[in-house]
């Protein structure tokens, strides 16, 4: 169980997250948005100096880290044939469906995801609401909202296998 | 509160966690969390065990404060 990429996996994708987040920043501020008075808006982006070097290094950073996850992706199937993770299925693929015991732990996890979400989308919209926040940063708000999600998973996952 | 002597009973016949896993089909993480009295298996689980360790399903889970009534 060690080993296993499922108990990981929403580890990785919280980096996702944070990559997905790095491009939103980057275009957000390179961006220029312009509505036109008779419909329609123009979208350009100007990557210059230090813009044009962040958005290489985000590349870099892409292409890593799919490297890297589907190495991972690729030595856990081999490991576990049992319990591959596949992206052609549409269930989680953080999932500990073993047995009924996992599957607890499993629904432990989501129900406090479910929660989560509960409170955090009406304070969000409330803040949205309220507060002058520019489109970069709602957006980025909401992948931190989807990042806390695989975190408040992963912490209930870690937490039940650190007493077996 | 579900209360058990499945490692008592378990003992008995000498089988390992993972032995009698096997034969319930669940994984040793499950035998070790129900002997510790921290997950309450399902009835098809506990029916399983009963037959594996060859006994009743009362002989291996009770109640919390039906222990006197047992003895």
Not at chain 1, 107 to 123: D, G, I, N, S
Request: hydrophobic share 45%.
């Amino acid at each position: 169980m060690k080993n296993d990429m499922r108990i990981t996996y929403p580890l990785w994708q919280m980096a996702g997250i944070f990559i997905i987040m790095g491009f939103v920043l980057l275009v957000g501020y390179a961006a220029t948005v312009n509505t036109f008075s008779d419909g329609g808006f123009g979208f350009e982006i100007s990557m210059s100096g230090n813009s044009g070097i962040l958005l290489n290094a985000m590349m870099v950073i892409v292409v890593f880290y799919l490297l890297l996850f589907c190495l991972r992706i690729a030595k856990h199937n081999k490991r576990m044939p049992k319990h591959k993770i596949s992206m052609t299925t549409y269930k989680p693929q953080e999932y500990l469906e073993d047995d009924e015991l996992f599957q607890d732990v499993t629904k432990q996890a989501t129900k406090k995801v479910y929660t989560y979400f509960a409170w955090a989308l009406p304070v969000m919209a409330g803040v949205y609401l309220m507060l002058p926040i520019s489109k970069t940063w709602m957006i980025v708000g909401v992948l931190l909202l989807a990042a806390g999600q695989y975190w408040i998973y992963y912490r209930t996952i870690r937490k039940f296998m650190s007493s077996v | 509160m579900l209360k058990n002597r499945l490692k008592e009973l378990r003992a008995r016949y000498s089988f390992t966690q993972i032995e009698l896993a096997k034969q319930v089909g669940v994984t040793r993480q499950t035998i070790g969390f129900i002997e510790k009295g921290e997950f309450s298996p399902s009835v098809t689980l506990s029916l399983k065990l009963a037959k594996a360790l060859d006994c009743d399903i009362n002989e291996i889970f009770w109640l919390e404060g039906e222990e006197e009534h047992e003895e």
